[in-house]
C-alpha cells in the first residue's frame, strides 16, 4: 500500500461547484498533515494545514479522520482560479524529522 | 514565510557534466531540503541539508551522485552530478523553521539532461 494515495483525477467542474478530495494514509502514527496547491510549472504552495478538529478557510474546509486514516478537501463556489493540482501531505512522524509524504496529486479544472 | 531564489530556474545539460543548483533564503532556517519531480509524478525527498555536516539521504539517494552543502543557514547548494537523461526532473529546495511541519518551496530547477 502507498504512504499516501489520492485520486489522480482530472476532475472537470463548473464555476460555482463544490468538489471534493479525499487522500488516505498509510501510517497510523503520522502527526501533521496537510493540503498544498501545484499550479503547472510552478512550485507547490500551502494551500492549508489540516487539524484534528477540522478547519475552514473560506471557501476551503479540511477534514481528518484518523480512525480511517484519510483527510478530505472541500472546494466550495469554484473559481476558475482554483484549477490546480492538489497535494495531499503527511509527515510520517515516528521520529522520521521533516519527512513529508507527497500524494501524487489530484488534478482539478473548473470550467466557465 | 520566508522568500526563497533558487537558481538556475532551468537548464539544459549533456550527459556525463554536473549541474549545481543553488538555494538562498532570506532569513536563517531551521530546516532545508532538496526534492525531485519527476513529470506526473509526486515529490520525492532526496536529502535533509543539515548546516555544517553531511547531508542525511534518502533510501535510493548517494551523496555521490547528488553532493550537498550546506554552509550556513539561509544557503544551500545540490549538485546533480555525471547526468544521464534519467536525471531529467525538477529539482526543488524547501525550508521550514521546525521537523516535520509546514515546508515552503523555492521556484525548483528544470533539468533536462541529453
Known amino acids: 500500500r502507498k504512504e499516501v494515495e489520492q485520486d489522480p483525477g482530472p476532475f472537470n467542474v463548473p464555476e460555482g461547484a463544490t468538489v471534493a478530495f479525499n487522500c488516505t494514509y498509510s501510517n497510523s502514527a503520522s502527526q501533521s498533515f496537510f493540503w498544498y496547491r501545484q499550479d503547472c510549472r510552478k512550485e507547490p504552495k500551502l494551500l492549508m494545514s489540516?487539524?484534528?478538529s477540522g478547519n475552514e478557510d473560506g471557501r476551503f474546509t479540511a477534514q481528518l479522520n484518523r480512525a480511517s486514516q484519510y483527510i478530505s478537501l472541500l472546494i466550495r463556489d469554484s473559481k476558475l482560479s482554483d484549477s490546480a493540482t492538489y497535494l495531499c501531505v503527511v509527515n510520517m512522524g515516528g521520529g522520521s524529522q521533516g519527512n513529508l509524504i507527497f500524494g501524487k496529486g489530484t488534478k482539478l479544472s473548473v470550467k466557465p | 514565510s520566508a522568500v526563497i531564489s533558487q537558481k538556475p530556474s532551468r537548464d539544459i545539460c549533456q550527459r556525463g557534466t554536473s549541474l549545481t543548483i543553488q538555494c538562498q533564503v532570506d532569513?536563517?532556517?531551521?530546516?532545508m531540503f532538496w526534492y525531485r519531480q519527476q513529470p506526473g509524478q509526486s515529490l520525492t525527498l532526496i536529502a535533509t541539508a543539515n548546516q555544517g555536516s553531511e547531508a542525511t539521504y534518502e533510501s535510493g539517494f548517494v551523496i555521490d551522485k547528488f553532493p550537498i552543502s550546506r554552509p550556513n543557514l539561509t544557503f544551500s547548494t545540490l549538485t546533480v552530478s555525471n547526468m544521464s537523461p534519467e536525471d531529467s526532473s525538477i529539482y526543488l529546495c524547501?525550508?521550514?523553521?521546525?521537523?516535520?511541519?509546514?515546508?515552503?518551496f523555492g521556484a525548483g530547477t528544470r533539468l533536462s539532461v541529453l
Open positions: 489540516v487539524y484534528s
Open positions: 524547501s525550508v521550514a523553521e521546525d521537523p516535520g511541519n509546514i515546508q515552503y
Open positions: 532569513s536563517q532556517v531551521t530546516m
